[in-house]
């Protein structure tokens, strides 16, 4: 209930028309503010340019399954940086584990610092590479300064020096391709390779 002097002055004709040119006011004014807001981010993005990240996930994870909903890979980074644009995204300190089809250990793979095309599933890892692969009762550890994990293939490859360390010998080469499924190894070119015989 409007109290009566109140009642009186609502019910005049100015009263209301003036009401409602400040709620059509207040409208434009939120409008107008909403689109200067879209452009100030337009222009912000346009200063920042394309080498500084969209955003950025602090303690991040990125995972991926296959068709039958098994886990194939999982990478975890103190730092990810994306690049909406792109589909790319940067990461310091990346660790990732790789899974086969077969019930045997993921491989471990740690680095400097990583990079993922999300468009192709492509991680590419640079800096003291480090792949630890538990073989049977024993580890191997493969290590180079660059490796690209093709996550639809399944493969790992470099084209740059490696050495790996078994508990029997150490080999080294330039270049390798692995498959993840099969378990497989091979070695591109100047093998070299020290073993200690068994007695």
């Known amino acids: 209930m409007i109290p ?8 005049k004709p100015w009263v209301r028309t003036l009401a409602l040119a400040a709620t059509v006011l207040a409208t434009v004014f939120l409008m107008w503010q909403n689109e200067e807001g879209d452009s100030v981010r337009g222009d912000a993005a346009e200063l920042r340019g394309p080498s500084e ?8 994870r990125y995972t991926t399954w296959d068709e039958h909903g098994n886990l194939k890979m999982s990478i975890s980074s103190p730092r990810i940086e994306q690049f ?28 400097d610092e ?9 991680l590419t890892l640079t800096g003291n590479v480090v792949v630890l692969r538990q073989t ?17 293939q399944g493969t790992v490859y470099t084209d740059q020096p490696v050495t790996i360390t078994e508990p029997f ?3 080294q080469a330039n270049g390798m391709k692995a498959w993840v499924n099969e378990r497989i190894l091979e070695l591109n070119s100047r093998v070299e390779g020290q073993y200690e015989t068994i007695r």
Not at 114 to 122: A, N, P, Y
């Open 4 to 11: 009566g002097a109140l009642s009186d002055i609502v019910r």
């Open 169 to 171: 010998g150490v080999t």
């Open 84 to 111: 909406e644009d792109t589909n790319y995204a940067t990461m310091n300190a990346p660790r990732a584990r790789i899974f086969s089809e077969q019930a045997t250990p993921p491989w471990i793979i740690e680095a």
């Open 114 to 122: 990583g990079s993922l095309r999300q468009d192709d599933d492509q």
């Open 136 to 152: 049977g009762d024993s580890e191997a550890t493969l290590k180079t300064d660059s490796l690209t994990l093709d996550n639809r």
């Open 53 to 60: 990240p969209d955003s950025f996930i602090i303690e991040g």
